[in-house]
């Protein structure tokens, strides 16, 4: 399997833009979570899918980010209007069951906002 | 809601040596603690996990204790070498049913330089 695949790599775009990160879990996984970095805060936990279902998004900082799962293969995070304060790094990882706790992380995008 | 400390933040030491880093949880219900690490320009990677019902688990030149009524636990690394520097991430969560899947909260993180 190639693992959690996460596109793009890297993302530059100016405030105001729509941005758009996606995220491949790994087949078979039920469950999906999309993390943001940054030096500030560490790894923070922002929306988690069980079954493409979001299941607790109180992570989420405010209304212009919202996520997406529309099948067991694919989910978005999108930030519209982005701003500089969304830079970060963002990493979707992924999670067989309950029973088998660990997660798989994808390579994380990097999102300047200028 | 639970709360990782982690610490040191930074650590520095000579090839060949141990290195350790602690990390206390605060919510007494977590029973899962794994460990990431997180090489530069890459996401963690899960490298060692123990569960609240073992005191101290090993693999190889890692190996993680807890202890449950101090809410502490440690990851332990022997013999270390240069590849070994990366971040090292902590985590607690609850496990045991669909809602807390998600609850992995980390720490801040300790980055581990190790010196040829």
């Known amino acids: 399997d190639a693992g959690v695949i996460q596109s793009p790599r890297h993302e530059v775009t100016e405030m105001g833009q729509e941005v758009t990160l996606r995220c491949k879990p790994i087949?078979?996984?039920?469950?999906l979570f999309w993390y943001r970095q940054t030096m500030m805060r560490g790894l923070e936990l922002l929306i988690y899918f069980n079954n493409n279902v979001p299941i607790d998004d109180s992570g989420m900082p405010e209304d212009r980010f919202s996520a997406k799962m529309p099948n067991a293969s694919f989910s978005t995070l999108k930030i519209q209007p982005s701003e500089p304060r969304d830079s970060a790094v963002y990493f979707c990882a992924s999670s067989p069951s309950p029973g088998t706790p660990w997660q798989y992380f994808g390579p994380g995008t990097r999102l300047t906002v200028t | 809601g639970e709360n990782v400390e982690q610490h040191p933040s930074t650590l520095s030491v000579q090839e060949g040596d141990s290195a350790v880093i602690k990390c206390t949880y605060s919510d007494s219900a977590s029973n899962y603690f794994p460990w990431y690490k997180q090489e530069l320009g890459k996401g963690p990677q899960l490298i060692i996990d123990?569960?609240?019902?073992?005191g101290e688990k090993k693999d190889q030149r890692i190996a993680v204790t807890l202890n449950k009524t101090a809410k502490h636990f440690s990851l332990h690394i022997t013999e270390t070498q240069p590849e070994d520097s990366a971040v090292y991430f902590c985590a607690a969560s609850i496990r045991g049913d669909t809602r807390s899947q998600g609850n992995l909260i980390f720490g801040k993180g300790t980055k581990l330089s190790v010196k040829p």
């Open positions: 087949s078979g996984h039920d469950y």
């Open positions: 123990i569960r609240s019902n073992v």
